[in-house]
């Protein structure tokens, strides 16, 4: 079974630019989820979607930052315009209804603003 | 506010002695205690949870044991292993979303 898959691995933008990044979640899990670990510091939640609706983005920075998930499938992140301090790495993670605290994380995707 | 603390950033073992991992949480609302451990460059990979109406929970040489009075959690790792060497973080489940701690580097040497 394919795990958590996150897109791209890297991403390297300037100040005020846009970036997108796309989360591919396990097949059949319902609940999706965005983290972000910024200067190695602790892992903080952005938001959780249930399959296409937004459950809690209460994690959320600003209003520079807007995620989707159309169809209740893959999921995108947008950031814009990129700030310095959005630098990280920003995490996807996904979980079955039914065992919802076991969150299974993708690689991530590390974001530099430059 | 920082509700799931790991006072300690770093540990080494000897290979085959216990590993032992703590974490400190300050809500008693949490309703699930999970560990991960990371490698660099990769996501956190699941290790083991436990639910708040237990104190134990085993799977192979990892056993996670949570005192809800002393809001404690900890991780047993034994025999360790060259491959445990890894960050280790404890993350605490409240209102569906997961805190981390700031994770603990373990080296694990021959």
């Known amino acids: 079974e394919a795990g958590v898959t996150q897109f791209p691995s890297h991403s390297v933008i300037e100040k005020g630019q846009t970036v997108t990044l796309r989360c591919d979640p396990i097949?059949?899990?319902?609940?999706l989820y965005w983290y972000r670990r910024v200067m190695g510091k602790e892992i903080k939640f952005l938001l959780h979607?249930?399959?296409?609706?937004?459950?809690?983005e209460s994690g959320m920075p600003n209003n520079r930052f807007l995620a989707e998930r159309t169809g209740g499938t893959y999921s995108t992140l947008k950031v814009q315009p990129a700030e310095l301090e959005d630098s990280g790495v920003y995490f996807c993670?996904?979980?079955?209804?039914?065992?919802?605290?076991?969150?299974?994380f993708g690689p991530g995707t590390r974001l530099t603003v430059t | 506010d920082q509700q799931v603390k790991q006072n300690s950033p770093s540990l080494s073992v000897q290979e085959g002695r216990i590993s032992i991992l703590n974490c400190d949480y300050t809500?008693?609302?949490?309703?699930?205690f999970l560990w991960y451990k990371k490698y660099p460059a990769e996501g956190p990979t699941f290790l083991i949870s436990?639910?708040?109406?237990?104190d134990k929970n085993e799977d192979g040489r990892f056993t996670v044991f949570l005192n809800k009075s002393a809001k404690h959690l900890s991780l047993h790792i034994v025999p360790s292993q060259p491959g445990d060497s890894a960050v280790y973080f404890c993350?605490?489940?409240?209102?569906?979303?997961?805190?981390f701690g700031a994770g603990t580097q373990v080296v694990v040497t021959p």
């Open positions: 809500n008693s609302m949490f309703d699930y």
């Open positions: 097949s059949g899990h319902d609940n």
């Open positions: 979607f249930v399959k296409e609706s937004k459950q809690d």
């Open positions: 993350a605490v489940r409240g209102w569906g979303k997961l805190q």
């Open positions: 436990i639910s708040s109406i237990k």
């Open positions: 993670a996904s979980s079955h209804f039914r065992t919802s605290y076991e969150q299974y």
